[in-house]
């Protein structure tokens, strides 16, 4: 194999496919979460500019992964949380992607399944093998689901805080969650409604848009036992917060993610589920 050197800088590959080859890349996941070891994407963080580069290519799928829950008994509870709630947004917008296909969405609803069973279990007790198992495989799942569907908006508005506030991504993803899929609801109604189904939550005789809004309400809900902090406990300045909320949106629209939505996303819409955030 012939490994060509990419020409510029790395950042000159944002938003474009990374076309060369490059050396045979090995991934062992120590966390239940990124999915990295299955997907053609990177993020590589530009300090200079504050943003966080999504880049891709099939060239960064690795040729070997190694995934052995035994290597995520040590992770702490705190990272526990973040990375599990990283694979259920994998997972969740891999569904109610606008790029959702049938074999995703077979892996993307057995994350979904074994997240809600297994991640609080592992929060509470590291060393519970069983539940970490349930929680890797559920993090390859939703790896395999969001590399063929893409994430949606709850990635896309993630990266800018991450990358201004330096706020771990599963755990920006955890603070966006709810609100952001409140917004996606009612483009996918139908689809949440199936997840509601997929974790028991939808009861007979509720409407569809009832069913979703219960799948919601149970995300909430696992944040809240997780003791997901907000932006305020994590240290964010409430005024340099909302002095980025221009560059954030314009940010997380140029990411392309939020576009994958069903329901679009003007930047006016960004803006203020961003301000939501704020308690
Ligand atoms: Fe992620």
Redesign the pocket.
């Known amino acids: 194999m012939l490994y060509i050197w990419l020409e510029g800088e790395i950042n000159d590959y944002l938003g474009k496919i990374i076309p060369n080859p490059i050396p045979p890349l090995v991934a062992i996941p120590t966390t239940a979460?990124?999915?990295s070891e299955v997907t053609q994407f990177t993020i590589i963080s530009d300090t200079k500019r504050d943003i966080k580069m999504l880049l891709k290519g099939p060239c960064l799928i690795p040729k070997l992964a190694v995934i052995d829950p035994f290597f995520t008994l040590s992770a702490p509870p705190k990272v526990t949380s973040s990375t599990g709630l990283?694979a259920l947004?994998?997972a969740i917008e891999a569904y109610t992607s606008k790029k959702a296909q049938p074999l995703s969405d077979i892996f993307a609803i057995s994350a979904v399944k074994r997240i809600f069973k297994n991640l609080l279990k592992t929060y509470n007790n590291g060393k519970d093998t069983d539940a970490r198992r349930e929680m890797s495989i559920a993090a390859l799942e939703a790896g395999i689901a969001f590399n063929n569907s893409s994430?949606t908006i709850v990635?896309g508005m993630?990266r800018p805080i991450g990358a201004i506030f330096h706020i771990p991504?599963?755990l920006s993803?955890a603070m966006l969650l709810n609100n952001c899929l409140e917004f996606a609801l009612k483009g996918a109604v139908e689809r949440f409604c199936d997840l509601a189904k997929a974790i028991g939550t939808y009861k007979e005789g509720m409407t569809e848009l009832e069913g979703g809004q219960s799948f919601i309400n149970s995300v909430g809900k696992l944040c809240s036992d997780l003791n997901i902090q907000t932006l305020e406990e994590f240290g964010v300045d409430r005024n340099e917060y909302f002095g980025s909320l221009d560059k954030m949106a314009e940010d997380a629209l140029q990411s392309g993610s939020p576009q994958n939505t069903r329901r679009n996303p003007q930047k006016e819409d960004i803006v203020k589920i961003y301000r939501s955030l704020w308690k």
């Open positions: 979460g990124t999915g990283d947004t994998h994430v990635h993630s991504h599963g993803n």
